[in-house]
């Protein structure tokens, strides 16, 4: 079964630093990995993936992530953190069973970003 | 968020009442998912609609829940009777055209009391 993990329930950084939330993988075949955000009272929204091609994928605000085939790994990066990247952040895996094109969620990482 | 339509935003009812959710993919999608998402946790997949049909509704606990997209377009979750376990965020989504990532709708907010 598919899965994708992350480790981390809540992440601190200071503005300006960079940043990283971890998420790693468990799949069956080549994995389709995303990145979504989720702002208070909102719904979610996409901002990276990774399908095949570049290990280092570049997303919508300044966000990057790293696939790492031999870690398992889809780290999402941000070389300098905002204030207001204060957010949750899921990380997802595309169902390639039966359930094909449904999005397997990781738990969350809540980022926190301080001025 | 643009392009996915969910309403109520909120609500609030007591437990063993009935309630319904709306969704509707405004730019026209034949696949649309709904999702129930915990507190503190990630959406996990409730059904996933081709058209008019149920394609996975394995997730569906179908003792109270039931859902319908009779015309292929726009669908409705309902739960009746709600439990207090049910408190949690509903959230639609569609497939973004020719691509992997779904587009997904604010959510409805339900508290059950």
């Known amino acids: 079964a598919q899965s994708v993990a992350q480790p981390e329930d809540q992440v601190n950084v200071a503005e300006g630093n960079p940043l990283t939330v971890k998420c790693t993988y468990s799949v069956s075949g080549n994995p389709y990995l995303f990145w979504y955000v989720q702002y208070p009272n909102r719904g979610l929204q996409f901002l990276l993936k990774?399908?095949?091609?570049?290990?280092l994928v570049k997303g919508s605000y300044g966000f990057e992530a790293e696939f790492n085939k031999s870690q398992t790994s889809f780290h999402l990066k941000k070389p300098s953190a905002l204030v207001s990247d204060s957010a949750l952040y899921f990380c997802?895996?595309?169902?390639?069973?039966?359930?094909?094109?449904?999005?397997?969620f990781g738990k969350g990482t809540k980022l926190s970003v301080k001025p | 968020e643009a392009g996915v339509v969910q309403s109520p935003r909120y609500k609030i009812i007591e437990k063993k009442q009935p309630v319904a959710f709306w969704c509707n993919p405004i730019s026209g999608h034949n696949t649309l998912y709904w999702y129930l998402q915990n507190l503190g946790q990630g959406p996990e997949l409730l059904i996933r609609?081709?058209?008019?049909?149920?394609?996975?509704d394995s997730q569906l606990p179908k003792d109270r829940f039931s859902a319908e997209r009779l015309k292929g377009v726009d669908s409705t979750l309902k739960i009746q009777p709600a439990e207090l376990g049910d408190s949690a965020v509903y959230l639609c989504a569609v497939p973004r055209e020719g691509s992997y990532e779904q587009y997904f709708g604010p959510g409805t907010r339900l508290t059950v009391t």
């Open positions: 997802a895996v595309r169902d390639q069973g039966g359930s094909q094109g449904n999005l397997i």
């Open positions: 609609y081709e058209n008019e049909e149920a394609v996975d």
């Open positions: 990774y399908i095949t091609g570049d290990n």
